[in-house]
């Protein structure tokens, strides 16, 4: 397994992220390279989600993986095990990543030859929401352990993303998780989103997921 | 049951947090209150915790709460149901609380007749490790479905803690949980840190850690 390469990056010194993330955009479409930015709650299981998409897809699509963390690059190797391009951004504690952190990654992945990269946030549900990084696609992870009444406290991030998976629907036995009033509260604040639960664990709901996100990624790159 | 006194607060326009904190400390000795900063991920079951700690201790010392949320009050109509005095901050969007806010709660609360106060943070292993509040004593929840690695990925909240709950450890059987390896990288950052292993549902490990957790308040009160 080769190492996997750390990118120390800071706050970018220009403070206009929109404009950053505008240059990422147009970069990857000259590129033909689709951007999804992944963000969730710490432990919700963005890493074994990505690998079990990664799985199914890797065949039919070159894709590449950033990991954002604090310190540590523990899911990166996670990722290297499936054979795909990753990186490891330490942003050094800070709380969110921003475009030209992103643009960073993305340079050092090589994304022009790659049709998908997954930028996957850090864990947290609140800054990330509030940084365009040039995504053609906003997806949250909601874990079924974490509750249904997260719509109700953390609104912002509900409302911007394009789709919403609910994660670990394996546990749902265990779990005091309603479904319908998490539907409910999700679509009052964001009508269109699509919401997909799935276990990345036993496969339940994990064709479904990649089927959309093939054809959004297809779709695209027409 | 009565409505949910909601207190808007925002940043405070005196720049300096660590001043705050030491006021808010010095006025907390003068009241003999003793105040706790309950930090975690969105879903690891700060307000269940607080639920049951509160059934076991309300008779023994004089408790209030203060919730903080971005926008919703459910949890504080949880607290609200034991019986002890509740209020919820509402801090437009923000990813933590400052001491400024704090006060304002603790002002709300008339804490000046009360032995216990818990301050719930919001939900962010991140944002919150940074500002110090005035409290006594640090506590963040990791709950078992989030894993063992966490404190790989947060070290700051697991360095500044005093003490760590590990909860929903009723749930140990469906995760890949290793308290081993969580136990010896949490060591690593902070060596004095006590970890406390329960279940507000089953109540398993409750007795322990609220039997700690009065001690702490008795011999601080002395």
Chains 1, 2 share one sequence.
């Not at 391009?85 to 330490?90: A, D, E, G, S």
């Not at 969110?96 to 090589?110: I, N, Q």
């Not at 999700?186 to 799935?198: A, E, S």
């Not at 054809?215 to 027409?222: A, L, P, R």
């Amino acid at each position: 397994m080769d190492k996997i390469r750390v990118i120390e990056v800071k706050k970018s010194v220009y403070a206009n992220n929109d404009l950053e993330a505008n240059e990422n955009r147009d970069l990857l479409k000259k590129q033909n390279t689709y951007m999804m930015n992944l963000m969730s709650s710490p432990g919700s299981g963005k890493t074994t989600m990505l690998v079990s998409t990664i799985e199914r897809l890797k065949e039919k699509i070159k894709i590449g993986i950033v990991e954002a963390d604090i310190d540590s690059d523990v899911d990166a190797y996670s990722i290297s095990k499936t054979g795909v391009p990753v990186n490891q951004l330490h942003n050094g504690g800070m709380c969110h990543l921003d475009a030209g952190m992103v643009r960073e990654g993305l340079s050092d992945l090589g994304a022009k030859d790659l049709d998908f990269v997954v930028i996957e946030n850090i864990g947290n549900l609140i800054c990330p929401a509030g940084y365009d990084l040039g995504q053609n696609l906003n997806c949250m992870i909601l874990s079924v352990p974490e509750g249904h009444d997260k719509p109700l406290k953390y609104p912002k991030m509900f409302t911007k993303v394009d789709c919403l998976i609910i994660s670990k629907v394996d546990t749902v036995s265990v779990f005091d998780f309603d479904f319908k009033a998490l539907e409910k509260s999700v679509r009052k604040l964001n009508p269109n989103i699509k919401i997909f639960p799935l276990s990345a664990k036993t496969g339940e709901g994990m064709d479904t997921w990649c089927e959309y996100l093939l054809n959004k990624i297809e779709s695209w790159k027409q």
